[in-house]
């Protein structure tokens, strides 16, 4: 399950973000685990680098380019080691 996200869910942030960081309660399958940030019209923004972090097995990020003011949709899903997918969005708001 998610356990946090960096930017927080449902956050206003006065600065865009440089990465989305997802943190699960379990270790993750690196191949079948991604995350996406769509903006307002569903195109995908983020550099396309999903992957799950080496030092940290149940960190999921990926990087963003400078993003203008907006509401942005992160989409994941992953499957953990004990072979559960889980899947889910959020959003979070640049002012």
């Given at each position: ?89 959020f959003t979070f708001r640049v002012e």
């Amino acid at each position: 399950m998610l356990q946090r996200a960096e930017p927080r869910v449902e956050s206003k942030l006065k600065r865009a973000p440089d990465e989305v960081k997802l943190y699960f309660t379990e270790r993750l399958e690196p191949a079948y685990s991604a995350v996406r940030v769509l903006d307002a019209a569903g195109a995908q923004v983020d550099r396309r680098d999903s992957r799950v972090d080496r030092a940290n097995p149940a960190l999921l990020r990926a990087t963003l380019p400078p993003l203008p003011p907006g509401i942005y949709k992160v989409l994941w899903r992953v499957l953990s080691i004990d072979a559960d997918i889980t899947e889910g969005a959020f959003t979070f708001r640049v002012e």
